[in-house]
Each structure stands twice: as structure tokens, then as C-alpha cells.
């Protein structure tokens, strides 16, 4: 994340010193090695370099933060969330900002490398770290860095309180598993949401895709040049869809592609075990387009090894960036992807 250390000059020199000094190398020593992006103002940081009981590499990396500051200053300011640090944790501040006291960093992992906790480490882990580093340039926000963690399905809530008891910065990912757009709200966010406002940890973020899970942030030209699909006997009737729902003029954000079980597919046995009356309508509704009954035929899913064929064909992940960086796709996913990028915005190790 962006840390940015703001606050009077005055308040510095006023500060417990030894608090103060142990927090500038807890920062430091994040910005070092790529962990997380820290600014700090010029002026603080002269003080700090003929002030601050420092060690000569820990003086070069603020001297290396002095001469970044121009380049990096507006950051807080484009941020969707940063943490602003102080010597009280109280400072004027915009309602983006997560406000921490020097003492509080301190007695906390905050500094350590962000956790990216997801339901399936190699599924959505590595769909979610090709989007952050596809797309952190689009958002002028710095490399992303993060630790991938995985939480399984109805384990996920228990590592993401375990990471909130060690203080650490986390944003947990999970699935919708949404039918349609009408779908009554994800449960599993609406608890990870609860957990971190009665834990009292700003810091803990959970987050779910547009969508009804990883595999429908992926484009049709990734799936389909893919070896389940390319045997899908299926395939045309998904095209057809895309193309009427063009043509008719249907949101984009409400596509049959977003919402598919693109793993088992649909059939009339599946259709029939929907108990949301409204999610079997638009199900209805939409696969009418194409003069398909839902109570009659099957429309074949492409399995649930879809990002295993991309693992094993590296061109997949370039058609994957060149996909996901058009505004077709960004007009559904943008949102989502912007506020990952600076949860766990970071950089590259710094050699001093």
C-alpha cells in the first residue's frame, strides 16, 4: 500500500523519539524491499536524516525517498486507500485515508508484505496476480506486491481473521457464485466485512469480482483458444449470445458469460434445482436469445482445468493482457481491479 507520512514538522520534533525512530525503520526497511510504497515530505525527511538515530543505509534510503518525492507526492491523492501515519494517528485527512499512529505500526505487522487471500491459491491466485501486474500501470499506481495466500472456501473467514490478529495488511478475494445479476447479496463478503469492522482492523479488505467466479473474469478469446475450448461443442452458441446481446443492446455488466457456470455448463436437471425465481427467469430470458429452452437443452461447461491449459500454454497469459486491457472488458472490471492495485500497491527491491 501507499504509506505516507504526513503530519506538522512540529509534531515530529515533539514525538517520543525512540517510537518515532523505530517506525521510520519500520517503514524504511517496507520501501526497501518492495513491500510497500512509503512518502514522505522533504522537509520531514531532512529532519529525520539529522535527527533521527539511524543507521548510514537507513539515512540512504531516506535520502533516495527526498529525491523520489516529486515523482511520488500526488499518490496519496490518486490512492483509492492509503495509510497516512502520525505520531497521534490524527491528522486532517480525506476518507480514503486509514489513519495509524506511530505507536500502533509499531506494535503491528502492518509494514510486512500484504496477504492476497484467496478460496483456490492456484485458480484465482494466479488469475488476480496476472490482473494486478497487467493493470497497475493503468491505474498510475506503482508495481504491486503481495504475499498469495490460500483460504480454501469455508476455511477463508478463519486465515482472514488470523491475519487481522497479527495486524497485517489483507484483502481477501472471493467468489459470488452469483446466478444472475438479481442474486441475492454474496454472504460470504457481507461476513468477511462484519469480521473486520468487529476486529476493529481497517486494514482488512475482502472484495469479489463482478461476476459469478474466476473463470468468467476470463475473456472468451483466452477460453476459447484453450483445449476445452476448442472442443466445446457449445462454443458457437456462447458467440451467438455475445453477438445478440450486442445487438439488442443488453448492459454489458449483465452478459450471459458473466453469470455461466463456465466449469459444469447448464442443463435442464441444473436449471430446475435454481430456487431464485427471478435468477431462473433471466436464465430464461437470456438463453431465449438464441432459441434455447432451458427446461429442454444442456449448453456444455469447459470443465474445471481451464486454468491448468493456461498454465501449460505461457502464449494464454499474453492474450490474457491484451484482453483484459480493452475497454470492453475494463467497463465491467475496471472498478474491481482498481481498488486491488492499491491495496497492494509495491515496487521492486531497492539496492542501496
Known amino acids: 500500500m501507499i504509506f505516507y507520512l504526513h ?36 522537509e520531514i525527511c531532512r529532519f529525520l536524516i539529522e535527527n533521527a538515530d539511524l543507521s548510514r ?5 531516506l535520502e533516495r525517498i527526498l529525491f523520489e518525492h516529486p515523482q511520488r507526492a500526488s499518490l496519496p491523492r490518486v490512492a483509492k486507500r492509503y495509510i497516512l501515519v502520525s505520531p497521534s ?17 509499531v506494535e503491528a505487522k502492518i509494514t510486512d508484505r500484504s496477504i492476497l487471500l ?31 495466500m490460500h483460504g480454501g472456501g469455508s476455511d477463508l473467514p478463519t486465515v482472514f481473521i488470523e491475519q487481522i490478529n497479527q495486524r497485517r495488511v489483507v484483502c481477501a478475494i472471493v467468489d459470488t457464485d452469483r446466478l444472475a445479476p438479481s442474486s441475492e447479496p454474496v454472504a460470504k463478503l457481507e461476513k468477511l466485512g ?11 479488505f475482502s472484495s469479489a469480482p463482478p461476476c459469478r467466479e474466476a473463470e468468467n473474469c ?3 478469446d483466452v477460453v476459447f483458444q484453450l483445449e476445452s475450448g476448442i472442443s466445446n461443442p457449445s462454443k458457437d452458441h456462447y458467440l451467438s449470445l455475445a453477438e445478440e446481446e450486442g445487438k439488442l443492446g443488453h448492459d454489458v455488466r449483465q452478459s450471459f458469460w458473466l453469470y455461466a457456470d463456465l466449469k459444469e455448463g447448464i442443463c435442464p436437471a441444473n ?5 431464485n425465481d427471478a435468477d431462473r427467469a433471466w436464465l430464461r430470458a437470456k438463453l431465449a436469445v438464441i432459441n434455447i429452452d432451458i427446461e429442454v437443452h444442456s449448453l456444455s461447461g469447459f470443465g474445471n482445468r481451464v486454468f491448468d491449459q493456461m498454465a501449460a500454454h505461457g502464449q494464454s497469459w499474453s492474450i490474457l ?28 527491491k531497492v539496492v542501496t
Open 7 to 42: 503530519c506538522e514538522l512540529s509534531h515530529i520534533r515533539q514525538c517520543d523519539a525512540d517510537v518515532r525512530d523505530e517506525t521510520v525503520r519500520l517503514l524504511l526497511r517496507a520501501h526497501r524491499n518492495g513491500d510497500h510504497v512509503v512518502i514522505i515530505s522533504r
Open 57 to 61: 543505509a537507513e539515512k540512504a534510503m
Open 89 to 105: 494517528g490524527a491528522v486532517a485527512a480525506d476518507d480514503r485515508a486509514i489513519q495509524v499512529s506511530f505507536r500502533k505500526l
Open 118 to 148: 484467496v478460496e483456490n491459491i492456484a485458480r484465482d491466485g494466479v488469475l488476480y496476480g496476472e490482473l494486478l501486474r497487467n493493470h497497475h500501470d493503468l491505474h498510475a499506481c506503482p508495481p504491486p506486491a503481495y504475499v498469495p
Open 194 to 204: 462484519r469480521i473486520a469492522t468487529e476486529m476493529n482492523w481497517p486494514c482488512a
Open 218 to 220: 476470463l475473456p472468451m
Open 271 to 275: 436449471a430446475a434445482k435454481i430456487g
Open 321 to 348: 493482457r491484451q484482453a483484459t486491457r480493452t475497454n470492453s472488458w475494463r467497463e465491467i472490471f475496471d472498478e474491481f481491479v482498481a481498488f486491488l492495485v492499491w491495496v497492494f500497491a509495491g515496487g521492486r
